[in-house]
């Protein structure tokens, strides 16, 4: 009797040890990336080929372009959730950042590597740009400002850009040089690469995806991710210990621009094309809906909301009878999640982890 | 030596006059307590120095600074800290990240370049923090989210805010509202330490007289946006003037 009981007390022992390590692992830094580079790497397989999962209907180039969104969704993220601002018009990043690679696919050279840099640098400035103006401007102001100016740029494109936009028409007959002269992006990959991740284009996006999970972990782990939140929380208190908030605000809209230019200069890559769809307003809504369902504020969630809504957009609609009607199955998922879970689909996820872990602790 | 001067201040809302030419002189290491009625200008006094409202009219000097039209953050970074009337914290953020982001703010300044740095290597940031609870005694909280403290740790919070900060001169608006008897007393105490051992400067605006009376050296008061006294606590006591304006003639 005695000698049960004790073993039963080293068994619990034993439970809480591993999850005082599981908590502390899961909080650092290579964890995160490391959780990244097993995603990329078993993503498009489980999503498109493996035996039971791709069952659901995804097909590889939908993975790879969830990869994209994600960074999309991520970079906005890093303004909506960690500093607070809400803005309506991140669809000028994601498609100026589309133009300008496909731009410079067009009329100077179609190295994917060189697309990427002008598209997130010429999305920089933008930010820039926008971001002096807009950032003078709080809460619905500066959502209202910054839905005005993408929309601005759309009508630019649409009719007086139109001999460098091509108008409605937008930037076709985008040729792809071999990435560093080396290998086209489109060649595949050998044996079990190939299975896992078919061709070197999937590869570049699942590099970039894991670059900016490592960079914007990174960001909230430095005294500006700290910053960032503080701000989110009492923005007055912030200038009043003595930091420079409009700085601060500024390099958030400058990081969280630039990260979302370099997925719209992946966008291009991967379609070869750039059109104005990318600069429209819904395109704008489309980001926040994906954060806001996935959980505003963490690291994965963006990553997650990409997911579910690409896939009602993607699988979803071509089911019989029931896919057209996918926006309406999606709009109920979203209020049914974001009502009962505000923090969205990773906040549901972490709230049933702990109520199975506390269950589990309770009778060992 | 004189700290902080006023001169010819004032500050008015449309026809309203809530700060009139107010002139006061605050000396390195006195502690001036603000007192008055309800709507006599001392929250308006605070805001017109800290850079919160901009003065109508008249300058606040600092240290040969003058300090009219800078921003928050910029009379902050000159050394001068200010805790709210409310606990103005970061409800979501744990009470060591509270205080974190203020000895950001006082180790490295108003704006820095380094998110690329991770946060956990800054020893001098987490002593300073650490110091701070110590001294407001709310170390054993540390990693409890700020919202779910009860009022009165709250507020002490917010004290340990501006202490990290690490301010020459120190407002403290209405410290020990909302404070227990206990709360209220280590408070005090802690003002009486910051003079002493830190050798900060300290503006109380206070409406418990018996921590006025108690800790000042000098009161100033003020009555419908105007100093109407200035002095010692013995000769505030003693005052016909504040007596019959602000004290109703009671006896205190």
């Known amino acids: ?364 | 030596m004189t700290l902080l001067q006023t001169r010819n201040l004032t500050k008015s809302f449309g026809g309203l006059v809530a700060v009139d030419t107010v002139e006061i002189e605050v000396e390195e290491n006195e502690l001036v307590s603000v007192i008055g009625p309800n709507g006599a200008g001392k929250s308006t006094l605070i805001n017109l120095i800290t850079g919160m409202l901009t003065p109508t009219d008249g300058d606040v000097l600092y240290r040969d600074t003058n300090l009219a039209g800078k921003d928050p953050y910029e009379i902050t970074q000159l050394g001068i800290g200010r805790s709210f009337q409310t606990a103005s914290i970061f409800p979501e953020l744990t009470v060591q990240d509270n205080v974190d982001v203020a000895s950001f703010a006082a180790e490295q300044g108003s704006f820095t370049v380094n998110f690329l740095r991770r946060r956990d290597r800054y020893d001098s940031v987490r002593q300073r923090t650490a110091d701070a609870l110590e001294l407001v005694d709310l170390e054993d909280e540390a990693d409890v989210p700020a919202a779910s403290l009860p009022y009165g740790d709250k507020r002490r919070l917010e004290v340990a805010i501006g202490l990290a900060t690490d301010p020459d001169l120190l407002f403290m608006d209405e410290p020990t509202a909302g404070m227990s008897p206990a709360e209220t007393e280590m408070t005090t105490n802690l003002i009486e330490r910051m003079q002493t051992e830190r050798g900060m400067t300290i503006v109380l605006v206070e409406h418990d007289m018996d921590i006025v009376f108690d800790v000042s050296d000098k009161i100033l008061v003020l009555h419908r946006g105007e100093i109407i006294a200035d002095g010692t606590p013995d000769e505030i006591r003693n005052d016909e003037t504040v007596r019959s304006a602000y004290l109703g003639g009671e006896e205190i």
């Open chain 1, 1 to 364: 009797m005695s000698e049960e009981t004790a073993q039963q007390l080293t068994d619990t022992d034993a439970a809480i040890l591993s999850w005082e390590t599981w908590d502390r692992v899961k909080h650092t830094e290579r964890f995160a990336i490391v959780a990244a580079v097993v995603f990329v790497a078993l993503w498009s397989w489980l999503f498109a080929r493996a035996p039971i999962t791709s069952e659901l209907g995804g097909y590889h180039s939908l993975a790879t372009t969830i990869l994209i969104w994600s960074v999309f969704a991520i970079g906005f993220n890093l303004l909506l959730g960690q500093t607070g601002l809400l803005s309506f018009g991140h669809a000028m990043f994601w498609g100026g950042g589309g133009y300008a690679a496909a731009l410079v696919s067009l009329h100077v050279y179609g190295d994917p590597v060189l697309m990427l840099v002008v598209g997130t640098t010429f999305t920089l400035l933008l930010a820039a740009l926008t971001g002096v103006i807009a950032l003078r401007l709080h809460a619905v102001y500066f959502a209202i400002i910054t839905l005005a100016m993408g929309q601005l740029l759309y009508y630019l494109a649409t009719s007086p850009l139109r001999p460098i936009t091509g108008g409605r028409n937008g930037l076709t007959g985008i040729q792809l040089e071999p990435i560093f002269g080396l290998v086209y992006l489109g060649m595949p990959l050998p044996g079990i690469f190939g299975t896992l991740w078919v061709n070197y284009e999937y590869l570049l996006v699942a590099t970039v995806f894991v670059l900016v999970i490592a960079f914007v972990n990174r960001i909230r782990k430095s005294p500006y991710g700290l910053i960032f939140r503080a701000i989110r929380e009492n923005e007055q208190r912030v200038s009043f210990v003595g930091l420079n908030v409009w700085r601060y605000k500024f390099a958030a809209f400058l990081m969280s621009g630039g990260i979302v230019g370099l997925g719209g200069s992946l966008m291009t890559i991967e379609s070869q094309f750039a059109g104005l769809g990318s600069l429209y307003w819904i395109t704008s809504g489309e980001v926040v809906i994906m954060t806001v369902l996935g959980g505003v504020g963490t690291l994965f969630g963006p990553v997650l909301g990409a997911v579910i809504f690409l896939y009602f957009e993607g699988v979803v609609d071509g089911f019989p009878i029931v896919g057209r009607y996918w926006l309406l199955m999606l709009a109920t998922v979203f209020t049914a999640i974001v009502w009962k879970y505000p923090d969205g689909l990773w906040g549901m996820l972490k709230l049933i982890a702990s109520r199975i872990r506390s269950s589990v602790e309770d009778n060992p």
